[in-house]
C-alpha cells in the first residue's frame, strides 16, 4: 500500500542549535501536525497488531506541502514501492518550527492508534538533521514511549536528560566529515549514556558526510529495530 495523505494533524545548523529541548516541552501547545501513514500490504488480510515506526524528516522538508517528504527517507522508499512488516507515520513540521517546538507527538499517536491496530510495545523512532535532533529530544521528553531509536546525524541541546533514555535500546550513525552537523553533536550524547550505562551503538561512518539518507535503505536497521520489545 502506499503512502496516503491524513489531515490535520537539511536544515542550518544555527537553527537546529536554537531549537531548544524537547524534554521541557510538556507544556508547550498541543498541535496536530498533517502526516503521511504507511501501511504493509498485508494488513487488510490480518487482524494482528503491527509495529509503528514514525519517521522525522530533515529542515528542508518543512512546510505545507506532504509532496516533499517523498524526497529521501522512509516515505521516498514507500513511494519508490519498497514494503515494510510495520506502520510508519511520517508527519510534516510547518514552517519556522522544529521537532521541539510543539507538543505534535500525543495528537499523532493518539491518532493512528484510533485508526490502525499499533502494537504499543514496539513504537520506534528515527529521523536524519534535524530529524536526527527531534529523534533525540523526542524520546528524551517520552522516555516510556518507544521500544528503540535510530537517529541519523542529530544531536539533542540538553545532554543533561539524556541518561532519562538509558533504558531504550539506541542505534545513531553519523559521519565524521558532516559539516553541517558535527559529528561531536551525536559523540557527546553518546558518551553520556554510556556513563549512565545506557544501551547504545554508535557507527562513525568515515569519509561520510551530511547526506546519509542512503542508511534508510538498509534493510539491517529495520532488523534491529524489529527485535527491540518494550
Not at 207 to 224: M, P, R, S, V
Request: net charge positive; proline share 5%; aromatic share 14%.
Amino acid at each position: 500500500m502506499r503512502f496516503c495523505i491524513l489531515a490535520p494533524l537539511l536544515c542550518f545548523l544555527t537553527g537546529l542549535l536554537s531549537s531548544g529541548s524537547y524534554a521541557q516541552s510538556n507544556h508547550k501547545s498541543y498541535e496536530k501536525y498533517p502526516y503521511l501513514v504507511y501501511l504493509p500490504k498485508e494488513y487488510t488480510d490480518k487482524k494482528e497488531s503491527y509495529p509503528l515506526v514514525i519517521y522525522l524528516h530533515g529542515g528542508s522538508q518543512r512546510g505545507k506541502d506532504l509532496t516533499k517528504l517523498k524526497t529521501y527517507g522512509l516515505p521516498h522508499l514507500v513511494d519508490k514501492g519498497r514494503d515494510f512488516p510495520f506502520i510508519i507515520a511520517s508527519p510534516q513540521c510547518p514552517d519556522g518550527k522544529f521537532w521541539s517546538t510543539d507538543n505534535w507527538l500525543d495528537s499523532l499517536y493518539s491518532d493512528v492508534k484510533a485508526k490502525y491496530r499499533i502494537d504499543s510495545k514496539r513504537i520506534y523512532l528515527t529521523g536524519i538533521s534535524m530529524g536526527g535532533y527531534g529523534v533525540w529530544q523526542t524520546a528524551v521528553a517520552y522516555p516510556d514511549k518507544f521500544a528503540a531509536i535510530v537517529p541519523l546525524c542529530g544531536g539533542c541541546d540538553d545532554s543533561t536528560q539524556i541518561c532519562r533514555i538509558k533504558h531504550i535500546p539506541v542505534w545513531t550513525f553519523h559521519g565524521v566529515a558532516d559539516d553541517v552537523i558535527s559529528i561531536s553533536e551525536t559523540e557527546r550524547l553518546v558518551r553520556r549514556l554510556e556513563e549512565c550505562n545506557g544501551q547504545v551503538k554508535f557507527t562513525r561512518l568515515e569519509k561520510e558526510g551530511h547526506a546519509i539518507q542512503y542508511l534508510f535503505e538498509d534493510q539491517t536497521i529495520y532488523d534491529w529495530l524489529l527485535k527491540q520489545h518494550k
